[in-house]
């Protein structure tokens, strides 16, 4: 395949401690052979604005794997993360 999917997600963060990190994961489905992730995944998160603020792609060259990304998030302040998934 090679298919670009992509879901996102628009959230405001309540009552966070200054620094505190908010984490995100992503997962590829595997391969119905279970022999490994056959998904490249990435995932991106937007201020209100729609300004990129951060990125976790750390194999952006269309190799294979799951990401996390763990931000300090303001409280009182709109957000969207994004994930994508290339296959």
């Known amino acids: 395949f090679n298919t670009t999917v992509s879901s996102s ?6 009552n966070a401690a200054p620094g505190q990190l908010t984490s995100f ?9 279970g022999f ?6 990435a ?3 937007y201020d209100s604005s729609g300004n990129r603020i951060a ?7 269309l190799a294979e794997g799951d990401e996390t990304l ?18």
């Open 25 to 33: 994961r992503s997962s590829g489905p595997w391969d119905i052979f």
């Open 55 to 61: 990125l976790a792609d750390a194999d952006p060259l």
């Open 70 to 87: 763990s931000v300090p998030l303001q409280s009182g302040r709109s957000y969207t993360v994004a994930f994508y998934a290339r296959q």
């Open 9 to 14: 997600y628009r959230f405001s963060v309540n």
């Open 36 to 41: 490994g992730a056959r998904t490249d995944t």
């Open 43 to 45: 995932i991106a998160l």
